[in-house]
């Protein structure tokens, strides 16, 4: 299993405002900076939210990320229908020398 | 513009050991507060992040594969090579490499992002 947790699954209906959390530890989210990633069906992922809160050039501000203490929030605003995408978070993890770590994943549907 | 190719074979057999080079152009590892990563996505899985080198040539593992894996960079050719020996039907996955940035605080790293990514190569293992 996945060092950060994650929803499985998550829905919306167009226009909606849904959220997807990610929980880890002092070790990871707890000391280190949270980055989003989207992943649309048959493509490599997308950087979304990086060092928290940040977004990328192009990326609409329909997304937005948080922290607090050791979990992350990915929110999307306005849902369309091409959100419809995996949505993974990321982090750095200072045990064991230092790795990085992702969450399992959340397939988000839009109805 | 940072772009990343993934090249190895798309089928080895158990216990062989696979060696994928990601070919990057747009940037150099001798920049201060670059890397290359690889990450793996088994069929229908999560991704899971495997290794990533620096640019002044650190290197750092997944706890659970590392004994497993090799990664080193050859700058004059824009190149990151990846190892992982002993490998077994399970190690089927697409592998991605992705550019690397490093946040830095006056207290030391604080994260990394990979915001560049290769279109992934899949590797089957079977016999």
């Known amino acids: 299993q996945s060092v950060l947790t994650q929803p499985p699954s998550a829905s919306g209906t167009p226009g909606q405002r849904v959220t997807i959390s990610c929980s880890g530890s002092s070790s990871n989210i707890g000391s280190n900076t949270v980055n989003w990633y989207q992943q649309l069906p048959g493509t490599a992922p997308k950087l979304l939210i990086y060092s928290n809160d940040q977004r990328p050039s192009g990326v609409p501000d329909r997304f937005s990320g948080s922290k607090s203490g050791t979990s992350a929030s990915l929110a999307i605003s306005g849902l369309q229908s091409e959100d419809e995408a995996d949505y993974y978070c990321?982090?750095?993890?200072?045990?064991?020398?230092?790795?990085?770590?992702f969450g399992g994943g959340t397939k988000l549907t839009v109805l | 513009q940072i772009t990343l190719k993934e090249s190895g074979p798309t089928l080895v057999k158990p216990t062989q050991t696979l060696t994928l080079t990601c070919t990057f152009s747009?940037?150099?590892?001798?920049?201060?507060?670059?890397?290359v990563g690889w990450i793996r996505q088994p069929p229908g899985k999560a991704l899971e992040w495997l290794a990533l080198?620096?640019?002044?040539?650190?290197?750092r593992y997944s706890p659970s594969l590392k004994s497993r894996l090799t990664i080193t960079k050859d700058t004059s050719k824009n190149q990151v090579v990846l190892t992982m020996t002993n490998m077994d039907p399970v190690d089927t996955a697409t592998y991605y490499c992705a550019h690397n940035v490093y946040e830095f605080t006056f207290g030391g790293l604080i994260g990394i992002y990979s915001d560049s990514w290769g279109q992934g190569t899949l590797v089957t293992v079977s016999s």
């Open positions: 080198i620096y640019w002044d040539d650190d290197k």
């Open positions: 990321a982090a750095w993890d200072d045990s064991l020398n230092g790795h990085g770590v």
């Open positions: 747009g940037f150099s590892l001798t920049t201060s507060g670059v890397g």
